[in-house]
């Protein structure tokens, strides 16, 4: 998993409560991004950050927000308008944004919202 | 449009015998291609990518990845699996247009038993 920390690893909430994941990389990564992996669908790339202070929606921004005030950190905000946030989180960062550059993964949050 | 699929949902394999699991993708211009492995309850590491020149790849733990561009392919391969081998396995390609420019477009992944 790299230099990229995910807390916390396991988090219940009730429906209708915001919830931040924390992500943070010392790879010195430019590129951050966050994913949600549903069982037999594969990752959807809900956000990305290219830079401190700049971030574009993924494919699944709906019900979600993000922040990039540090180039280390970019924390994930689950709002109580994403209608079904019952996932396995992944945050993932990368050197830049090239075509050749992989992505690092962090170890993951599972959230479960009753 | 870009995308990328896994056709095996689960690729069961004797330890000790190659294993094969299977990735194919659309995209326009030179594609960009990635496989990671992931453990349960784990993140995903990355294993190995094509970017140009040789078609066969090789990457982590042994593994090695044929890019085959007139069946525009990119099957992972080992020639003697582990049952430590056994995981979830994602195929990516990279997005060179529109709203997925840059980013990477994941299979649904390939579900790997290694038995002993």
């Known amino acids: 998993d790299g230099g990229i920390t995910q807390s916390p690893k396991y988090l219940f909430r009730k429906e209708g409560q915001n919830v931040t994941l924390s992500c943070e990389q010392n790879l010195n990564h430019d590129a951050m991004y966050w994913y949600r992996q549903d069982p037999g669908q594969g990752l959807r790339l809900i956000y990305y950050s290219q830079i401190v202070n700049d971030f574009q929606k993924g494919d699944i921004a709906e019900g979600y927000s993000v922040s990039r005030e540090k180039k280390e950190s970019f924390p994930l905000t689950v709002t109580s308008a994403q209608k079904n946030p019952t996932a396995f989180y992944l945050c993932?960062?990368?050197?830049?944004?090239?075509?050749?550059?992989?992505?690092?993964f962090g170890p993951g949050t599972r959230l479960t919202v009753t | 449009a870009q995308s990328v699929a896994q056709p095996e949902d689960q690729v069961n394999v004797a330890e000790g015998n190659p294993l094969t699991v299977k990735c194919t993708y659309s995209v326009s211009g030179n594609p960009y291609l990635f496989w990671y492995v992931q453990y349960p309850n784990r993140g995903l590491q990355f294993l190995l990518k094509y970017i140009t020149g040789d078609n066969l790849v090789k990457g982590s733990y042994g593994f090695e990845a044929e890019f085959n561009k007139s069946q525009t392919s990119f099957h992972l391969k080992k020639p003697s699996a582990l049952v430590s081998d056994s995981a979830l396995y994602f195929c990516?390609?990279?997005?060179?247009?529109?709203?997925?420019?840059?980013?990477?477009?994941f299979g649904k992944g390939t579900k790997l038993s290694v038995k002993p």
């Open positions: 993932a960062s990368s050197y830049g944004t090239g075509f050749s550059y992989e992505q690092y």
């Open positions: 990516a390609v990279r997005g060179n247009y529109g709203g997925s420019q840059g980013n990477l477009i």
